[in-house]
C-alpha cells in the first residue's frame, strides 16, 4: 500500500540557514511525487513536483527537491531560508491508478526564528 | 477564476443537522477531488470525479456522506446527520486530467457543535 512518511513532525531553523525537510515514501511503482505548502488558514500550494526525468527539481520559492529511488526518498532543500517560509509543508505521492488521488504525509511544520 | 473557490469559508453547525460544501474547480479541469484535513488523521482523501461520474466511492468514511457534479463543473459535497468527528477541513482540488498536478482550493472549515 502507498504511504508517505515525514520524520519531522516540527523543525524550527534561524533566517538565512539552510533547510532540508525529509520525505520517504512507499509505492509499488514509479512514483509520482509532489511538495505543497500551507500557510496558516490557506489551502495547499505546490511547490514542486516529479513526474519522470531529471531526479533534481526546482521550485517555486527557491525550492528543490531531489527523487532518489534507491532510498525511496524525496527530500525538499532550500539554501537560504526566509522568514515567510514558515508554514506547514507537505510531501504526497500521486497514485497512478484508480482514482490517481494523493497519499500525503502528515505534514512538517517550519518555524523560522529571526 | 484563476484558481480553485471553496464556499462557504467556514461553516459552524449543530450535531445532526445536514450541510452542503461547494467547490468551483478551475475552469477546464475536467478531475475534481475531495479531501479531509483533520487533526489526528491529516489529509485523506474522499472521492474524486471524472467529469461528473464518481467511479470510486470507497473513500467516503460513511455513508452520511455524498458528493455531486454537474456540468462537470460544480461540485457538492454533502454531509447529512453531521457528527462532531466531522469537525474539519474540507478541500477541494482539481486538475486538468487525472494523473496531472492537482491544485486546491483554500478549505472549508467545518465545526460541528
Known amino acids: 500500500a502507498q504511504s508517505v512518511t515525514q520524520p519531522d513532525i516540527h523543525i524550527t531553523v534561524s533566517e538565512g540557514a539552510s533547510l532540508e525537510l525529509r520525505c520517504n515514501y512507499s509505492y509499488g511503482a514509479t512514483p509520482y511525487l509532489f511538495w505543497y505548502v500551507q500557510s496558516p488558514g490557506q489551502g495547499l500550494q505546490l511547490l514542486l513536483k516529479?513526474?519522470?526525468?531529471?531526479?533534481l527539481v526546482q521550485g517555486i520559492k527557491g525550492f528543490e527537491a531531489e527523487f532518489k529511488r534507491s532510498q525511496s526518498s524525496f527530500n525538499l532543500r532550500k539554501p537560504s531560508v526566509h522568514w515567510s517560509d514558515a508554514a506547514e509543508y507537505f510531501c504526497a505521492v500521486g497514485v497512478q491508478t484508480g482514482a490517481n488521488n494523493l497519499f500525503f504525509g502528515t505534514g512538517t511544520r517550519l518555524t523560522v526564528i529571526p | 477564476g484563476a484558481g480553485v473557490s471553496q464556499s462557504p469559508s467556514n461553516k459552524v453547525t449543530e450535531k445532526g443537522k445536514d450541510v452542503e460544501l461547494r467547490c468551483d474547480p478551475i475552469?477546464?479541469?475536467?478531475?475534481l477531488y475531495w479531501y479531509r484535513q483533520s487533526l489526528g488523521q491529516g489529509l485523506e482523501f474522499l472521492i474524486y470525479?471524472?467529469?461528473?461520474?464518481?467511479?470510486?466511492k470507497s473513500g467516503l468514511p460513511s455513508d452520511r456522506f455524498s458528493a455531486e457534479r454537474t456540468g462537470g463543473s460544480v461540485s457538492t459535497l454533502t454531509i447529512q446527520r453531521t457528527q462532531q468527528e466531522d469537525s474539519a477541513v474540507y478541500l477541494c482540488?482539481?486538475?486538468?486530467?487525472?494523473?496531472?498536478?492537482?491544485?486546491f482550493g483554500p478549505g472549508t472549515r467545518l465545526l460541528v457543535l
Open positions: 475552469s477546464g479541469h475536467t478531475a
Open positions: 482540488a482539481s486538475s486538468l486530467v487525472q494523473a496531472e498536478t492537482q491544485y
Open positions: 470525479f471524472q467529469g461528473n461520474s464518481a467511479p470510486d
Open positions: 516529479y513526474f519522470s526525468g531529471d531526479t
